[in-house]
């Protein structure tokens, strides 16, 4: 079974500088997606970004761009130029491609927050 | 932008009693999920729903759980008889294509 492992349970930055989330995980599988989702106060899950295993190409939204290291099974979230609306719960997940275990496995979770 | 929606935004019962939490999926999605997320702990997968039928569940879906999609918008997730340790926010999500979900807001639900 896969596992996701976010070793920070919490993080700061001060606004406007940028910041770097964690994420490991463990996997047999060569093909598999990759997630960060971002969970504010009002708690609803709102995709922040998506990789691709296949793809060698690092994906970038706007501010939010990821460091997918597949050798190292690492996939971490760098944060430019930080808002105060970023703070917030931020989960990494994996997912299967193929197979029948295609849900969502989620980390522990790292609670940003930004300082004025 | 179209989004997921969830009803209600929270509901209470007592342990035992029956519980309907209602989700509408967007409106082209075919892959419909609920997941749960009990405070402070990681969000966990429930059950897959595609062509009406349960594609995938977790250990955590026993016989006490069960998912409908009564009339081709709504996608239900029942609770027979709730225990305390269903108190939990669930979440539903749903997706084109099993390449990005898209979640609703959550039913934070409470056990008494």
């Known amino acids: 079974a896969q596992t996701v492992t976010q070793s920070q349970p919490e993080m700061s930055v001060q606004e406007a500088e940028t910041v770097t989330l964690s994420c490991t995980y463990d996997t047999s599988e060569s093909d598999y997606y990759l997630f960060w989702y971002k969970q504010p106060p009002s708690r609803q899950m709102i995709l922040v970004i998506r990789?691709?295993?296949?793809?060698?190409q690092n994906a970038t939204e706007n501010r939010f761009s990821v460091n997918f290291q597949k050798a190292a099974k690492s996939f971490s979230l760098k944060i430019s130029d930080s808002q105060l609306g970023d703070a917030a719960m931020y989960f990494c997940a994996y997912r299967s491609v193929s197979g029948s275990a295609r849900q969502l496995t989620f980390g522990s979770g790292t609670q940003l927050t930004v300082l004025p | 932008e179209p989004e997921v929606t969830q009803t209600p935004s929270h509901q209470v019962t007592q342990m035992g009693q029956e519980v309907i939490l209602r989700c509408v999926p967007i409106s082209n999605h075919l892959y419909f999920y609920w997941y749960r997320q009990i405070l402070g702990q990681k969000v966990e997968f429930l059950v897959s729903?595609?062509?009406?039928?349960?594609?995938?569940k977790s250990e955590i879906f026993d016989d006490q759980f069960s998912v409908e999609r009564p009339d081709g918008s709504n996608f239900t997730l029942k609770i027979r008889s709730t225990k305390l340790e269903d108190s939990a926010m669930y979440f539903c999500?749903?997706?084109?294509?099993?390449?990005?979900?898209?979640f609703g807001s959550g039913t934070q639900l409470s056990v008494l």
């Open positions: 990789q691709e295993a296949y793809k060698q």
């Open positions: 999500a749903s997706s084109v294509n099993e390449k990005k979900l898209f």
């Open positions: 729903f595609y062509n009406n039928e349960i594609s995938e």
